[in-house]
Structures are given as structure tokens and as C-alpha cells.
Nanobody, 127 residues
Framework: QLQLVESGGGLVQPGGSLRLSCAAS????????IGWFRQAPGKEREGVSC????????NYVNSVKGRFTVSRDNAKNTAYLQMNSLKPEDTAVYYC????????????????????WGQGTQVTVSS
């Protein structure tokens, strides 16, 4: 079964940190770009970050630049989203997705149709 599984979400106070993981099973991530998305209640899904298959190209939405860092470890078949200086407006369900295409250089990478999606993990930033 081909799937992505996110983990690492939770409740954190403003200013805190979380690291999300996105583990693939049933296929290798080596040739896939990974996108991180989030969706807050009542809002449209938003592309947060993208990392190329090699990890050499990354892209971030302006609201998380300088606070979030995307990375990957292809040997572990896993991608990560390190989130620091979290704000209440970061509260959302976070999803990872994989697409076998070089797209992270594009400012509209989030508009592509990704092949695989995880089930999502809740991130809540609140005092």
C-alpha cells in the first residue's frame, strides 16, 4: 500500500516549536518532490513549503519564511518540517504530499496535482 504518514503535530504555546515528519511506505521518495500544506478551519488549503527530490531546492510561503525549515532524509524515506516561533495563525491541519516532478522552483508549486497525500496532523498554537 502506497501511503504517506504525517506525525509530530500537537498543542504548543506561541513561540514554541514542533517538527513534523512525513514518512513514505510502499514507495521510495527519492524521485519525488514533497509539498507541505495546511488547512485551517473555514479557510482554503495553503501551500506552506516545497522541497525537491534531492533537497537542493526549497520554497516557502512568505508567512513562514525564517521560521519554518523543510528538509528530507531519503535514506529514511522521510521528509520533515521544522516549525519554530509558532504563532496562533499557524494553527491548522498540516499535510504532506508527494509528486514525481521537478516543481519546487516554481512560485505556484502548490497548484500542481500531487500524487500522494498523507492523512494530516493537527497543529494547535495556543496559550
Amino acid at each position: 500500500q502506497l501511503q504517506l504518514v504525517e506525525s509530530g503535530g500537537g498543542l504548543v504555546q506561541p513561540g514554541g516549536s514542533l517538527r513534523l515528519s512525513c514518512a513514505a511506505s510502499g514507495f521510495t521518495l527519492d524521485y519525488y518532490a514533497i509539498g507541505w500544506f495546511r488547512q485551517a478551519p473555514g479557510k482554503e488549503r495553503e501551500g506552506v513549503s516545497c522541497i525537491s527530490s534531492s533537497g537542493g531546492i526549497t520554497n516557502y510561503v512568505n508567512s513562514v519564511k525564517g521560521r519554518f525549515t523543510v528538509s528530507r532524509d531519503n535514506a529514511k524515506n522521510t521528509a520533515y518540517l521544522q516549525m519554530n516561533s509558532l504563532k496562533p495563525e499557524d494553527t491548522a491541519v498540516y499535510y504532506c504530499a508527494a509528486l514525481r516532478l521537478s516543481l519546487c522552483f516554481s512560485s505556484s508549486w502548490y497548484a500542481y496535482r500531487f500524487d500522494y497525500w498523507g492523512q494530516g496532523t493537527q497543529v494547535t498554537v495556543s496559550s
